[in-house]
């Protein structure tokens, strides 16, 4: 019965499946990255700069004769660490302020309201880079950046949805019974909205990943030596000409592991929003 | 259909992501009768007033637009008559008198006598920007009559004639007080246009595009054999190579020196090198806690891989500096102290100094594309002695904030004379009157070095002054305000058709174009 349902779900939606075992790869991968990187990714190798691909060094070394493969290896971890800590506190926070300003309204809901709509004008990338660039440049503050820019999309999400729960039956006895606010949020609105935060969330990994990943590469996310993939790129463009490895394998490991979410996103989204099954 | 458009759209962004930092440059075609000169450089220029600007970049602009009193002979240190045919010094070396030349004229063909050159000295003096500091002798300037100045020093300033030579002493015409607006002494009009004598007047800037250089119709020496010269700002390294080997610019100024190897290989291509006076070095600022014992700095300075980084960094084009006055300028000294590797010895000066777990912030920007190379080899080499280094990467502008209040532990500059005497590098790095981006980036004060260096620029004896800079030098490097890196080459990719580039080591990054032909 359950194998069956597997093979079903494997058939319906491929792509998911996929996306699902990239994650799991990459997640594997980071996880144990120190027993299968083949060097130290911190370790310079001065005689060793700028190698080809090869036996020792498998996808090349960089300008300070870094191994390539072993910084990729530990870059996962923190562009996971980038994509799960983004998507976690914007949607823990949105959630809040969301079933918040739904559930009280008035005054509370449209400060909130008025607040997140500057936040959605401008465009998301920008205000992460001031943000970043306010905080001052390393990596955890480019998440943190990230993260607020995110939060007005769980907030919006979070109270059209509280707006139809509060009207549901169970939330009026509750309110009857002289229940408190408090405990009507926490018990009753933010479990029924957690569905769609859940999509949201898995959806917007990619994009987190890709926007930390962007402000590396400009210089205000990761600062070396640390091997992010985003500041990898970055250096690498310099050496594109003679050395196409630098620059490329860490945009191949960004490119597969935000098309790992995005398939991945598209295939939670497909299960739990009825209004997409078909 | 929708996983496609995703899968699509993750590839667009990836690739936009690639091009953020494409520069849109499109290479201008030229006419067949005029060809110019064109020279990629990276960024655009701040003020080009000769009273103001204190960076090279800006210099390349000013300095073939403006003439000075002398000049830096060839590729020499030494100066040579340029407006002024002859001088007289005073037996007692504070007064000095021009006999200028009576045939030369502004570009706008008003005559240049003596009276320009004293409104460019008071004006320079007035505005007391960087390029004063050149000057901290003179006293005033007077017009005897149209063709002799006298200038009146207040004590003796060894390097006085050199730094006549500078950019900062070019002759700007008194017509652009017509152009003064809050007693500004027309700084503000300067900035963006030249009005000088020289062979050539800025005939066009595009911000952030390009800059056009045109002949002088009224200049007094022999005609430039190039008629325009364009100077394209070009970002990207890579856009700079690519312009170069298909011929769209004749001279690339910023290629890192990892491709120079492969730019050998191309037929059409000649990189020119010769040795400069340029140095890199860290500034330890002596006044941290943390580096504030002469024993931890010298620590430092026996960690850091010197051959490491010129063998790899550099690919061999560079030297160690042995000291602060650089191979190639009087004053050197070839048997000073030089640090080398030596892992032991900079553990045990650390546990003499009675230091562990020091934790040090590194702050550098990427205006120079070596910093953070060598910012990392020497994060990598202080580990190894059990230091812990913070990288801190942080735009030039805020970099040369910080420096001027010392709120930093180890930071890395260059330095390149601007005038031929080892003042330049004695008295701005090492007397406490200087500290921060005046010169004394390590807020060093010694009192015993301060009155060396002192006593060494106010006389004009070559062979005491030698004798009191070596005392001074040897003091320095037991104190190890600075780690003393390297003194590069001076290399410079050009098309092979540019002919009679001469490289003066006061003059980096700027040309000699009256001179130079295509």
Redesign the interface.
């Given at each position: 019965m359950e194998l069956k349902y597997y093979r079903y779900f494997a058939k319906q939606y491929p792509?998911t499946v996929v996306g699902t075992l990239i994650i799991l790869i990459i997640g594997l991968v980071a996880l144990v990255a120190p027993l299968i990187s083949p060097h130290d990714p911190?370790q310079?190798h001065?005689?060793d700069?700028?190698l080809p691909p090869g036996h020792t060094y498998l996808l090349g070394t960089d300008?300070?004769?870094r191994d390539l493969f072993s910084r990729i290896i530990y870059g996962a971890r923190l562009s996971l660490a980038a994509g799960v800590g983004i998507v976690s506190i914007a949607g823990i926070f949105g959630t809040v302020l969301g079933s918040v300003s739904g559930f009280l309204g008035g005054k509370t809901d449209l400060i909130i309201m008025r607040l997140m709509d500057i936040m959605l004008a401008f465009p998301s990338l920008v205000l992460a880079l001031a943000l970043s660039a306010a905080l001052g440049?390393n990596f955890r503050n480019s998440i943190l950046a990230v993260a607020v820019v995110k939060i007005p999309v769980y907030v919006r999400l979070v109270r059209g949805q509280t707006l139809s729960v509060k009207e549901k039956h169970f939330v009026k006895a509750a309110q009857t019974f002289g229940a408190s606010k408090v405990w009507i949020i926490s018990r009753h609105i933010i479990p029924n909205c957690l569905a769609p935060v859940m999509v949201q969330a898995t959806l917007g990994i990619?994009e987190a990943i890709?926007i930390a990943?962007?402000l590396s590469?400009?210089?205000l996310g990761a600062?070396?030596?640390a091997a992010e993939w985003?500041a990898m790129?970055?250096?690498g463009?310099?050496?594109?000409?003679?050395q196409w490895w630098y620059?490329t394998f860490p945009?191949i490991a960004?490119?597969i592991t935000?098309?790992g979410f995005?398939?991945f996103g598209?295939g939670v989204r497909d299960l739990l929003d009825p209004r997409f099954r078909h | 259909m929708?996983?496609i458009l995703?899968?699509a759209l993750?590839?667009f962004?990836?690739f936009g992501?690639?091009g953020?930092?494409q520069s849109a440059n499109t290479p201008q075609t030229a006419s067949k009768q005029d060809q110019p000169l064109v020279i990629a450089t990276s960024a655009d220029l701040g003020s080009i007033d000769p009273a103001v600007a204190m960076d090279n970049a800006a210099w390349k602009i000013s300095y073939p637009a403006y003439d000075r009193l002398v000049n830096f002979k060839g590729s020499s240190t030494d100066v040579e008559p340029s407006l002024a045919k002859s001088w007289d010094i005073s037996a007692d070396g504070l007064t000095w008198t021009f006999h200028l030349r009576d045939d030369v004229k502004f570009a706008d063909g008003t005559p240049l006598d003596a009276a320009a050159v004293k409104f460019s000295f008071d004006r320079l003096l007035k505005i007391k920007k960087g390029p004063s500091d050149a000057f901290p002798s003179l006293e005033n300037v007077t017009a005897v009559d149209k063709n002799t100045v006298l200038f009146k020093l207040k004590t003796v300033f060894p390097p006085f004639l050199s730094t006549l030579a500078t950019n900062g002493g070019g002759i700007v015409n008194p017509a652009v007080m017509k152009h003064e607006k809050d007693a500004d002494m027309g700084q503000n009009w300067l900035a963006t246009t030249t009005a000088g004598s020289g062979a050539y007047v800025l005939a066009e800037w595009v911000p952030e595009q390009s800059l056009k250089l045109t002949v002088n119709p009224n200049y007094w020496g022999s005609k430039p054999k190039l008629n325009t010269i364009i100077i394209k700002i070009v970002k990207d390294?890579?856009a700079q190579?690519?312009a170069l080997e298909k011929g769209d610019v004749d001279v690339a100024e910023n290629i890192?020196v990892?491709?120079l190897k492969?730019l050998k290989k191309n037929p059409d291509l000649t990189i020119f090198e010769t040795p400069s006076l340029m140095v890199d070095y860290v500034y330890l600022n002596t006044q941290k806690a943390g580096l504030k014992n002469p024993k931890v700095r010298q620590a430092i300075s026996y960690a850091v891989?010197y051959q490491?980084i010129i063998?790899?960094v550099w690919q061999g084009n560079a030297t160690q500096m042995r000291g602060p006055i650089p191979n190639g300028l009087w004053g050197y000294q070839p048997d000073l102290l030089q640090y080398s590797r030596n892992v032991e010895k900079a553990k045990a000066l650390l546990q003499e100094a009675g230091v562990n777990n020091l934790t040090l912030n590194f702050m550098y920007s990427?205006r120079k594309?070596w910093w953070?190379?060598e910012?990392?080899?020497i994060?990598?080499n202080l580990a190894d002695i059990g230091i812990k280094v913070n990288?801190?990467?942080?735009a030039y502008a805020a970099q040369r904030e910080k420096i001027d209040k010392g709120d930093f532990d180890l930071t890395i500059g260059v330095w390149s004379p601007d005038y031929a005497d080892p003042y330049m590098f004695m008295n701005y790095w090492f007397d406490s009157k200087n500290f921060g981006l005046a010169g004394n980036r390590a807020f060093y004060k010694n009192d015993e070095v301060d009155k060396l260096v002192r006593k060494a620029a106010s006389i004009n004896n070559q062979t005491e002054r030698i004798e009191l800079y070596k005392q001074a030098q040897q003091l320095i490097m037991q104190d190890a305000p600075y780690v003393f890196l390297v003194q590069k080459k001076y290399q410079l990719p050009m098309r092979k058709s540019v002919q009679g580039f001469v490289f003066n080591p006061m003059l980096e990054d700027m040309y000699n174009f009256q001179a130079m032909s295509k």
């Open positions: 792509l911190l310079l001065l005689a700069r700028l300008e300070m004769g440049p990619g890709l990943a962007a590469f400009i210089g600062q070396p030596p985003g790129v970055s250096v463009r310099t050496y594109l000409l003679d620059a945009g960004i490119f935000v098309v995005n398939l598209d | 929708k996983r995703v899968l993750c590839v962004t990836l992501l690639a953020c930092a390294p890579s190579r690519m890192p990892d491709q492969e891989d490491g063998d790899n990427d594309p953070e190379q910012a990392q080899i994060q990598s990288l801190q990467k942080i």
